[in-house]
Structure formats: structure tokens, C-alpha cells
């Protein structure tokens, strides 16, 4: 299948692995890479950009084909070096950065100067128009139902669909088609065996069902989807408490460190860390290559006989296919 996105990345198939906190590790993002997709080392995971740089150059010992870095402009308490962290993705030759969280403008000329494409990744028809208009090379539509900070808006599926309707595909890459050239997936590659996170988040993620995530910061308009624990049920009640005086120290117990004790201890009751709805088809965990060949294998599926099947007339009578 060839795409605007595969043709831009030099990549085999037209799926973007997201960055994702402490999951985003070489392993992971070497693993998509390998299996034709698009890999991302997720840069603010990597305490210093000296480690990003080791990072870097660990998933190039894993893998010849092209992989990417993830900057995330979220607000936080000490805004890191981002500079340094672009300095040590040129210098570690990566081609491509996603972006995420706040404009990426101010960074857009050293990116540029670099040769590195951006994907900026938003939440909303306005924001991906912003990002055409400083130059990224392609956007990323988060709905919704997404996991991580999916906006306070619309599924990706009307968002996307209302940004096609209205000005017309330059570049974009979201889950779910809808005129789509690629697809971004996050949750679902931790339930994978390369995932280097603890096993009991592959379990959890097998075991949820589409109603158990919760959106945690609304009152901050940070919003987050997250999977439902113990940690998230008294964080939410301390925002209940706040209610609009809500403030982000308040929720400071419930938020800070929680990644590491879930994604290396294991601590499934820790707190707030980001999980999609699409955690409800979850039903297993195969390697990187073997998700990744099946999903282009329905995709093709999809294409060449449900599709065409319509225009003919002979798949009328015939009931849908389920795709996992
Ligand atoms: C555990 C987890 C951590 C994430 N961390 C980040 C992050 O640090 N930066 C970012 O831009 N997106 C992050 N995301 C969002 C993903 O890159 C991706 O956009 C999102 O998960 C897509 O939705 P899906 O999970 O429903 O496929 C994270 C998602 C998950 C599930």
C-alpha cells in the first residue's frame, strides 16, 4: 500500500507508532520499524538529552530502517531543554519528529534546518490548520476516545472527517481512515511482546473492556484518558472535592512518578497513565510484525473485496467481516 505518509517516511506500511511515556523505549519503536511501520522514541522519557542521545543510538543498533523521536510541548512545572534535545536528535541523525501538546513554531526553523520532517500531532481541525501553516509536513488527528491528552472535543473519526470535508487532505495521518493517508496507533502497541513495559500492563490492557478508561483534568482543560485504578478513583474524587478550583497541585500525589511504578514495577493501582477506548477489541498480545501484518492484511481485505464488493453488488447479502 503506498501513501502520501509512506512515500514522505520511506516506510513499508502507512502506520506511526505515537510517542508514549516510558513505553516508548528503543526496543518498542525498533520493533515497529523493523515490521515496515513507523517507530518513535518518545524524547522527554529520556531524562537528559545526553540519553536521548544513547537512546538514539541504541535503536540504531536495532534497526537500519527509518524511526522518530516524539517532543512533547506540554504545560509542566520546569520546561525542559528543548533545544538541546533537537541538538541531540539531528546530531543522532533522525529524519522525523512528532510533535504533540502546544504549537511547535518557535522550534519549526532549527527542525527545518535540520532536514527533519514534523508530524504534529492535535486534537482539533484549528490546530492542524496552525500546523499546516508553519510547515509541518504532516498531522496527526487524535479523537476523542484516543489515549493520552485527547483534546475536549470530537472523536478522531468526525474530526477528521469535518477537516477532509472542509479544506481538502494535504497530509494527515489518523487512527480509524476517513481519507486518512496513515493511521497512528498508541495503546495498542503496549499489548505487544516487544513492548518493554511490565506484564501485568499487557494483562490489564487484555482485561479491560471499552468502558473502563476515565478522563482525569478536565477541569484543567488538560484532559487525559487514562485506565481506571485505585489511584485514578481517589484522584478523581479529589477532583470532584475541588470541583472548577480544581489546580494541579492538588492532584500532584496521583500524577507525579506514576509511569515508572506502572510501567516497570508493574503497580497497577498507581495512578494516571493513558490508555485509549480502543482497549476494549484488545484481546491479545502478538509481536509488533504479526499486529502490524494483520491490520494490513484487513486493510487489504477490506479494500479489495468488501469495498469493491459494494460496487458490485455481491457483497450486499453477505454479513460484515469483523476486524480486530
Ligand atoms: C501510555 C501512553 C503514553 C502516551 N504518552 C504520550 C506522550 O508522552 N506524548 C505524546 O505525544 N503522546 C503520548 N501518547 C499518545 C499516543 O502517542 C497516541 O497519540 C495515542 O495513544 C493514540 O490513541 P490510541 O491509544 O487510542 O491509539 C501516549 C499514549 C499512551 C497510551
Known sequence: MKTAITEMFGIEHPIIQGGMHYVGFAELAAA???????????????????LLAKEIARCRDMTDKPFGVNLTFLPSFSAPPYPEYIAAIREGGVKVVETAGRSPEQHMPALQAAGIKVIHKCTSVRHSLKAEKI?????????????GHPGERAPRMIEGRRRKAKYGVVTMCIGGGMGAAGMNMGTRFIATKEAPVHPNVKNALV???????????????NTERVLK????????????????????????????????????????DAGAWSCGMVVGPIND???????????????EAIIRKRLTGFLDGVEVLKPARAVA
Open 135 to 147: 510547515s509541518c509536513d504532516a498531522v496527526s488527528v487524535d479523537g476523542f476516545e484516543c489515549g
Open 229 to 268: 485504578n485505585k489511584g485514578v478513583d481517589q484522584l478523581l474524587e479529589v477532583e470532584r472535592e475541588k470541583g472548577g478550583t480544581l489546580k494541579i497541585e492538588d492532584i500532584h500525589d496521583q500524577m507525579a512518578g506514576v509511569y515508572p511504578k506502572v510501567m516497570i514495577d508493574g503497580d497497577m
Open 207 to 221: 482485561e479491560a473492556t471499552e468502558l473502563d478508561t476515565r478522563l482525569v483534568m478536565r477541569a484543567l482543560r
Open 285 to 299: 498480545v502478538p509481536t509488533v510484525k504479526e499486529l502490524i501484518d494483520r491490520i494490513m492484511a484487513d486493510a
Open 32 to 50: 515497529v520499524s523493523n515490521a515496515g511501520g513507523l517507530g518513535i522514541i518518545t524524547g522527554l522519557t529520556q531524562k537528559t538529552p545526553e
